[in-house]
């Protein structure tokens, strides 16, 4: 006996893309979820980077400004042996557009203490105290 073979063929058709239009979106959702994590972690690290050159360069003009003082301690005190000291402002707009610096210079017998604070108009400004002899 022989069979015939027939075709069975469903009365609706199979939607199979259904279900993945879903898990795409889900993937979707998940990776731009990374990238703003991603994203966020390095708008940090930027903000951070500049802040700290930030420092580094205010800590760097205080030196200079100590540094500076000694200069002008020796040239005082070379034309005036008398000369005790003298406090420097330097308003905003002289190093920088919106900061100022102070120095203070005292001197005593043949020493110096130099003093310099920068940026002043800063909620902690950085502070560089140096003492060093005045000799030629």
Same mark, same amino acid.
């Given at each position: @006996?022989? @069979?015939?073979?027939?075709?069975?063929?469903?009365?609706?058709?199979?939607?199979? &893309?259904?279900?993945?239009?879903?898990?795409?979106?889900?993937?979707?959702?998940?990776?731009?979820?990374?990238?703003? *994590?991603?994203?966020?972690?390095?708008? =940090?690290?930027?903000?951070?980077? =500049?802040?700290?050159?930030?420092?580094?360069?205010?800590?760097?003009? %205080?030196?200079?400004?100590?540094?500076? *003082?000694? @200069?002008?301690?020796?040239?005082? =005190?070379?034309?005036?042996?008398?000369?005790?000291?003298?406090?420097?402002?330097?308003?905003?707009?002289s190093?920088?557009?919106?900061?100022? &610096?102070?120095v203070?210079? %005292?001197?005593?017998?043949?020493?110096?203490?130099?003093?310099?604070?920068?940026?002043?108009?800063a909620?902690?400004?950085?502070?560089?105290? =140096?003492?060093?002899?005045?000799?030629?």
């Amino acid at each position: @006996m022989k @069979m015939k073979a027939c075709s069975i063929t469903p009365a609706s058709p199979i939607h199979v &893309a259904a279900p993945r239009r879903g898990a795409a979106s889900i993937v979707a959702i998940a990776v731009l979820v990374i990238l703003a *994590g991603i994203m966020a972690q390095q708008v =940090r690290r930027v903000l951070m980077e =500049r802040r700290q050159m930030r420092n580094e360069v205010a800590y760097l003009q %205080t030196e200079k400004l100590a540094d500076a *003082g000694f @200069m002008l301690a020796r040239k005082s =005190r070379s034309k005036d042996p008398a000369w005790t000291g003298f406090t420097w402002n330097l308003p905003p707009g002289s190093i920088h557009q919106t900061n100022s &610096a102070e120095v203070v210079i %005292t001197v005593q017998d043949d020493s110096c203490t130099v003093v310099a604070r920068y940026p002043v108009n800063a909620e902690i400004p950085f502070q560089i105290t =140096r003492t060093r002899k005045l000799a030629p």
